[in-house]
């Protein structure tokens, strides 16, 4: 789970998520790019929705191909300490791929690991960097691997920072060197160069994504996830913080909803790293 049903319950407030007319992609602020595929890594079955979701939407409808992979079988994802844990990943699978056919996501991929147990090994990695020569995305999305001391504590389940962790070590240096896991090579898995990584920004944040109206496929995705509503009276105000977020990105962004990242371009000789007045950017590798 992205946020405890708890922590929602607090937060939430009882103000409704107002109508908005559908708007042209066009009348949206640009992406930097057009990313042909895209690989979302996320731990839970419901991250992606939560963390960005309205980006996946709108990724979907301009022409992105999209791909999932989770982690873990989500088997920590409920109160009932007597429900088995194989019917309750069963269920939360299902949600999974509910709320992305939603989007129009390509494919759901599971790992299947237990949830509650990652950390960033090697073997996890391995697994990352396989599924990124699979695919061969320009763009993935995933966990902040540092935990924010200033956003509720939700945002860093140890099993987000593990995956964030992986999955940008998978990124650099593993899955672009084919020195790196030969065997996936042997297997016909070449190397692969992510270009761009969008993490949640937390207290980093410094790129926005204008989702327009795609904010509302974002609460609707989230609602597929029936199993984390199961004692709500109003899942719909459980989830209000989550426009409310949108909007205050919206507003730092200049658009009415957005959500935040820090995006991490991979090229070194291009990304947007602190450069002192009078000084050159360091090109370090
Ligand atoms: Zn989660």
Not at 99 to 113: I, K, M, N, P, R
Not at 131 to 142: E, Y
Not at 185 to 194: D, E, N, Q
Request: proline share 8%.
């Amino acid at each position: 789970m992205y946020f405890s049903r708890t922590h929602s319950a607090e937060i939430a407030r009882s103000d409704t998520i107002a109508p908005t007319p559908m708007n042209p992609a066009s009348s949206l602020l640009p992406l930097p790019d057009f990313y042909e595929r895209v690989l979302v890594i996320t731990a839970h079955p419901d991250d992606a929705e939560y963390a960005f979701g309205g980006t996946i939407g709108r990724l979907c409808a301009e022409g992105s191909e999209v791909h999932y992979l989770v982690c873990t079988d989500g088997s920590q994802g409920g109160e009932d300490p007597h429900e088995a844990s194989a019917a309750l990943t069963a269920i939360r699978y299902a949600e999974q791929r509910t709320a992305a056919e939603l989007f129009g996501v390509d494919s759901v991929t599971f790992l299947g690991l237990p949830d509650g147990t990652l950390t960033p090994t090697l073997a996890l990695r391995r697994s990352l960097v396989e599924a990124i020569r699979r695919v061969r995305p320009r763009l993935v999305l995933t966990h902040q691997p540092l935990r924010s001391l200033e956003y509720p504590i939700g945002a860093s389940h140890p099993d987000h920072l593990a995956v964030g962790e992986a999955a940008l070590g998978a990124v650099y240096p593993d899955a672009r060197n084919p020195r790196a896991f030969p065997e996936l090579l042997a297997a016909g898995l070449g190397p692969h160069r992510v270009t761009e990584v969008w993490v949640p920004g937390h207290e980093h944040t410094d790129f926005f994504v204008d989702v327009g109206p795609y904010h509302e496929r974002k609460i609707a995705a989230l609602m597929c996830h029936a199993s984390q509503f199961r004692t709500s009276v109003d899942p719909r105000a459980d989830v209000a913080w989550v426009v409310e977020r949108m909007r205050g990105f919206g507003d730092r962004a200049g658009c009415g909803y957005a959500e935040g990242f820090k995006r991490i371009v991979t090229d070194t000789a291009t990304a947007p790293g602190p450069v002192r007045a009078g000084h050159e950017r360091s090109g370090a590798s």
